[in-house]
């Protein structure tokens, strides 16, 4: 169905993340977020894929006629440079590898790869399903589709190398969504909640979960438009993790705080 993709109201948000069943337990551990720094983000942004790489954010945004492209100086959100997806295709997450921006689409089955420094479109690659998610381990992209299911793809060909199936204590994890490789995990947004899932890129097993509902629940004070939390970018050179969602206004840098404390 389209509408489950398109932009939500606050109040059918709200209606939607109480229908939602619980996805996480406490057989895993779970860390909920301290905010160390606040940067601006643009609230027209509808943010399907985020990354930090070489001192910037790389994100990919979605809608019909509003996908872009971008390169975003963190500090104070300026967009440096980006390229616009033809109005016919709804675009999806992003990686950067061996010097390269990925980007999916969402049900085009189209994903387009693109020059990092110029950013001209340099090829395309077909795909069956639909594209949600996008990271790398630094060899493969790792993909998701909305289900529970990670697919390994060689870059070079975008083909399927393997696959694993996500699953925590009480079963598969679905609704995967953005991606981030983070220190040797992957983290995955759970769409339609304010959980990151952290995922053992072996076995698919969920080793802990991050409960941001009290960071989306300070971003939604301060903006009424925002929607659900979707974005996470991973500086691996300094050890730091920014978090966003769709129509947010802010990315947050966070620390991880076991949630007792």
């Known amino acids: 169905m389209v509408w489950w993709r398109t932009k939500i109201t606050g109040t059918l948000l709200v209606l939607l993340l109480a229908l939602v069943p619980p996805v996480c337990s406490a057989q895993e551990p779970i860390y909920r977020a301290q905010v160390v720094q606040s940067y601006p983000h643009d609230p027209a942004a509808f943010t399907q894929g985020l990354l930090f790489h070489a001192g910037f954010l790389y994100e990919g945004t979605g809608l019909y006629g509003e996908s872009f492209l971008r390169q975003v ?16 295709f709804f675009g999806e997450g992003t990686a950067v590898l061996e010097g390269q921006i990925f980007q999916l689409t969402w049900r085009e089955g189209r994903a387009f790869v693109y020059d990092l420094d110029s950013f001209d479109r340099r090829a395309e690659f077909s795909y069956v399903g639909e594209g949600w998610g996008l990271t790398t381990d630094g060899r493969y992209l790792i993909m998701s589709d909305g289900s529970s299911t990670l697919r390994f793809r060689e870059p070079s060909t975008f083909e399927v190398v393997r ?10 994890v679905p609704r995967l969504n953005e991606l981030e490789y983070v220190d040797g995990e992957i983290w995955a947004n759970v769409w339609l909640t304010n959980l990151i899932c952290r995922i053992d890129p072996e076995s698919g097993q969920v080793l802990a979960w991050i409960d941001l509902t009290e960071l989306a629940d300070l971003e939604r004070k301060a903006n009424r438009g925002a929607e659900v939390l979707n974005g ?15 129509l947010w206004s802010t990315i947050y840098e966070i620390r991880l705080v076991p949630l007792e404390e």
């Open 232 to 246: 996470i970018a991973y500086d691996g050179e300094d050890g730091r993790v920014f978090v966003t969602g769709k």
């Open 163 to 172: 696959e694993i199936n996500v699953e925590a204590f009480h079963g598969p």
């Open 73 to 88: 100086r963190l500090e104070d959100g300026e967009v440096v440079q980006q390229a616009a997806l033809e109005p016919s």
